[in-house]
């Protein structure tokens, strides 16, 4: 026969609470434990990533820019306008020709100039015989001055003579002093009109070469109104003055068009006289000055150069740099070739530089990735920059020489603070 224990129960049930509660107190520690432990450091991939070590030495600043086109130089186009309202009536070239100062690249009509020319040819031959006609008119009467003043001066030779002798006679008592002095009067008379007539005849030479002149100036007008319209009439056979190749223009003229004097009906370039012209960023072009050395690639080669304009105007976010092509341009250089350039701003001695980030501006501070010295993993480290070039950058603060650090975008880690590689 059983005998009921219920201090045993309470004991049995005693133990079972101290169990639970040791378990519950056990379960809160592990749980406190584990939110404080830190999380594990994230894995990354070695061959996703790229690196490079701190160097000391010379840095060269550079600005590349990868949109840059081989243009004309501003003395290398020519530009051929229409001389006069004219029609386009053939073309024998097209764009893209290479052409000289033989080459007819388009024949233009012009009915109305072929009427000034003959007009001007018949207004010079009129102007010559003015010329003749009057140039005969004076002559003749310059020859009457001339006989008048021959017969003045041989009557005042004859007095002159007369005075002497009547003169010679009054001292040796032949004839009386009235006598005299009346042949002395008459050769004074007659001096004074010689006197006038050589003067006149002096006048009159001078008249004659004054209306001579202004009728040769009338020659002259009519030549070069005729020089003017045979010039025009020249033009209307369209050739460039230099050698060079036949560039389109922005709005190409046809055939059966009727064009107005000025109106551009050809340009073209001279393949050898290129420049460079790159988009570099406004943020970049700050510190680019006339004169800096250039090296500009054509992908068939890599010529060097200087800058010799810095546009003043921004468009989308660029500025135009002109530079100068010190070197041979390569085989397939023509305008509009895109080409690659980059411009040395400074050189830099002595100092602590890296390659440059995917993300990281210069004169900032930046948070960087540096290797571990086992080469496992990696820290962030917060490093100061300073000036930068096209790949590396100046490194003022946060590293020391021969520290890696990685360069590619890590900003999928911003949260982490150290990574393990694999």
Known sequence: ???????????????????????????????????RLKPASPTVDRSTIWTDTVKRGPLIRQVRSSTGVLAPREDSIELIPAQTDATVVRIRVLPGTQVTPDT??????????????????????????????????????????KTAAAQVNADYTQDQLQAKIDKALYQLGVISGMAYQKSAGTADQLNTQHDL?????????KAIEVQ??????????????????????????????????LAPLATPVQVGQHVLTGTSVAEVIQRDKLKAALQIAETQARDIQIGQPASIDTHNGVIPGHVTRIDPSVVNGTRTVDVALDGPLPPGA?????????IDLERMSDVLYVGRPALGNEDSTLSLFRLDADGKGATRVPVKVGRASVEDIQVLE????????ILSDMSRWDGVDHIRLE
Request: glycine share 4%; charged share 25%; proline share 3%.
């Open 104 to 145: 007819i690249i388009m024949d233009l009509s012009d009915p109305t100039l072929e009427q000034e020319v003959l007009n001007a040819q018949l207004a010079v031959k009129a102007a010559q015989s003015d010329y003749k006609s009057l140039q005969a008119t004076l002559q003749s009467t310059l020859m009457d001055k």
């Open 212 to 245: 001579l002149d202004s009728q040769k100036t009338k020659i002259e007008q009519a030549q070069a109104l005729l020089d003017l319209y045979l010039k025009q009439q020249r033009a209307l056979q369209v050739r460039p003055s230099i050698d060079g190749i």
């Open 197 to 205: 007539s050589q003067q006149q005849l002096e006048v009159n030479q």
């Open 398 to 405: 946060g590293l020391k020489e021969g520290d890696t650090v």
């Open 334 to 342: 023509v305008p509009q070739l895109s080409v690659d350039g980059t």
């Open 1 to 35: 026969m059983d005998i009921a224990r219920p201090d045993i129960k309470k004991k049995k049930n005693r133990r079972l609470v101290a169990y639970a509660a040791v378990g519950v107190v056990v379960l809160t520690a592990l749980t406190f434990v584990v939110m």
